[in-house]
């Protein structure tokens, strides 16, 4: 589906960008990718990695708040991939208005440059903190969600289309609580912040996987969210240091208990399939008709999809496993 498009990345030089660009510039003959970030040493660095001076690679920098740079970016591209983000939660709380420009104001641009410059596809990627959120980070990406959907509204004669894949905790990408958790086994003593706790879990060759399934399935304005499986966050720190004692210190503030992925009142438009959700438009008014939905299993009235009440769950030994497979222990 790649061969002879260009493709941009916002915040290109995250772990799901390195990724998936490793991955696109193995398996497609991509005419270019153009990796858009901020941080000048990121993309030096990149730049250095085996596989990445590919002469179909292009390093823009720029910010997601700078609609100009951003539109000229995006200049002759034909799918976007929006994972530019501000993502980690206390920086969020204390940095509130930096964060509603990035990831709202940011999203907007985004939107509008690949309305304006003729952009097919847009995917953006979302959080399970984006379902009925309790920080600001999550309220975000929520906001975010909701006019990468209703974007198209706006796009409805213009060919562009607008669609979120939304999942849960990535093994091994920065921020990630396994390397937190191996610095602490260090010290002797790992805190767990409620023993109760459940989450997603996902790999990043997943998550790829999931957003280029999504390229070739998407019509515009769904969210699309994988059946991942959970774990409880003691079998976790038993998995990456086994015999380190715990220490409980208390749900840190705009943490949740257990993550949600849909909510019982999005699960009135949310349709089943075999390895995912899908989150309907209630009222989409640029021609996404039922005729547009593949056919799958509408969700009964009250379900909900959370890692508390998630069908799938990894063992200790499952997780020990996969673990050693992406080389994370």
């Given at each position: 589906m790649f061969d002879g498009k260009s493709i941009l990345i916002t915040g290109g030089t995250g772990s799901f960008g390195?990724?998936?660009?490793?991955?696109?510039?193995r398996q497609h003959k991509v005419k270019r990718i153009a990796i858009y970030?901020?941080?000048e040493m990121k993309q030096f660095m990149l730049r250095q990695e085996p596989g990445f001076q590919d002469p179909r690679l292009r390093f823009f920098i720029g910010d997601i708040r700078d609609k100009e740079r951003l539109s000229r970016a995006m200049n002759g591209v034909d799918t976007v991939i929006h994972a530019a983000a501000m993502k980690i939660v206390p920086?969020?709380?204390y940095n509130p208005f930096e964060?509603?420009?990035?990831?709202?104001?940011?999203?907007q641009n985004v939107i509008e440059c690949c309305m304006d410059n003729g952009v097919k596809q847009t995917i953006a990627l979302s959080t399970d903190k984006a379902a009925n959120p309790v920080n600001l980070y999550g309220a975000t990406k929520l906001v975010s969600d909701k006019i990468f959907v209703n974007g198209n509204i706006y796009a409805a004669h213009s060919g562009s289309r607008f669609s979120c894949v939304r999942?849960?905790?990535?093994?091994?990408?920065?921020?990630?609580?396994?390397?937190f958790f191996k610095e602490k086994a260090r010290e002797g003593v790992i805190p767990i912040t409620d023993k109760r706790m459940t989450r997603f879990w996902i790999t990043l060759d997943q998550a790829v996987d999931f957003v280029l399934d999504n390229l070739n399935r998407m019509v515009g304005g769904e969210i699309f969210i994988p059946k991942i499986p959970s774990m409880k966050i003691t079998d976790l720190a038993e998995v990456v240091a086994p015999g380190v004692p715990t220490k409980e210190i208390g749900i840190r503030p705009g943490e949740k208990l257990h993550e949600l992925m849909i909510g019982e009142d999005d699960a009135r438009h949310t349709y089943e399939y075999d390895k995912y959700y899908a989150i309907y438009p209630e009222h989409p008014e640029w021609g996404l008709g039922k005729d547009s939905i593949p056919k799958g299993k509408s969700c009964p009235e009250g379900f909900h999809y959370s890692s508390d009440n998630n069908k799938d769950w990894l063992s200790q030994k499952d997780m020990a496993r996969v673990l050693k497979e992406q080389d994370l222990l």
């Open positions: 390195k990724k998936f660009i490793g991955r696109v510039l970030s901020r941080d920086d969020a709380e964060c509603v420009k990035t990831n709202i104001l940011g999203a999942y849960g905790n990535v093994m091994g990408s920065r921020g990630s609580v396994i390397p």
